[in-house]
Structure formats: structure tokens, C-alpha cells
């Protein structure tokens, strides 16, 4: 036996192919001519062709200018209990989160026992109003 002896058990069957003539008419459905009537055509969403229209941003705008200003209320401060308030001590109860970030004391409670801050913290002018003598 030889190769052009060879014989298949099944007859090849061909697929059809849309688009060149045949039972449909000579359009086979596609109609005329553009995109979709051409082989391996594909509408882009257009979604997201407006979205590639528009430039790209570069960059991180609006970054802080200075160091950061921490606010802390009073009421918090009298519940620690604590005779001396420096930046040392409101960094190991969590109340800041660098030992360089600005802080400053809001409110008007008053508090029962006195409180000792360190220079470095600033007051608001409601506190010092209402608390001259601490």
C-alpha cells in the first residue's frame, strides 16, 4: 500500500463559509460593504472609546505644603489621667502618629485636677478663653 492508495472511511465535509455568495444571495446576509460586513469584524464598545479621547492625568495634584496639624479634644486628654501632656505621651496612647506632627488643643471643658502641656503645643482660642488659669 502506498500513500496515494489511501483511502478515508468518511467523506470530508467543508464548512460553510458566510459572505461569498451561495443560497443566501451574493451578499449571504451581510449586507453592503463597511465593518460589519467584513470577515473578523468587531464594534468597539463606545464607552470606552470616549474615555480614551480624554488625556491621561499624570501625578498626585494637592500634596499637603506643611507638617500636619493634629486636633485633640480636651475631653479625651482629662480621660488619660496624665499630669503632663508632651508629645512623647500622646504618641504611645495613639493620639498622634509622628513625634513631628503639629498639635493642637480644642474645646472648652474645663478640667478637674491640673494639666501641664509642653511648649511645642498650641492652644484654640475657645480653650485659652475659657482656661486661662491652667
Not at 53 to 66: A, L
Request: aromatic share 8%.
Amino acid at each position: 500500500m502506498q500513500l496515494h492508495e489511501i483511502k478515508s472511511k468518511t467523506r470530508n465535509k467543508s464548512k460553510r463559509r458566510v459572505g461569498r455568495g451561495g443560497k443566501r444571495g451574493t451578499y449571504s446576509g451581510r449586507g453592503q460593504k463597511g465593518q460589519k460586513a467584513r470577515a473578523g469584524r468587531r464594534i468597539k464598545p463606545a464607552q470606552r472609546e470616549i474615555l480614551l479621547r480624554f488625556p491621561k492625568k499624570r501625578g498626585y495634584k494637592n500634596k499637603p505644603k506643611g507638617k500636619r496639624t493634629t486636633a485633640i479634644n480636651i475631653k479625651r486628654i482629662i480621660k488619660l489621667k496624665e499630669k503632663i501632656i508632651n508629645k512623647e505621651i500622646l504618641l504611645k496612647y495613639g493620639f498622634i502618629a509622628k513625634k513631628n506632627d503639629f498639635v493642637k488643643i480644642i474645646g472648652d471643658t474645663k478640667p478637674d485636677f491640673k494639666i501641664e502641656f509642653a511648649p511645642d503645643i498650641k492652644f484654640s482660642k475657645k480653650y485659652v478663653k475659657n482656661n486661662t488659669a491652667v
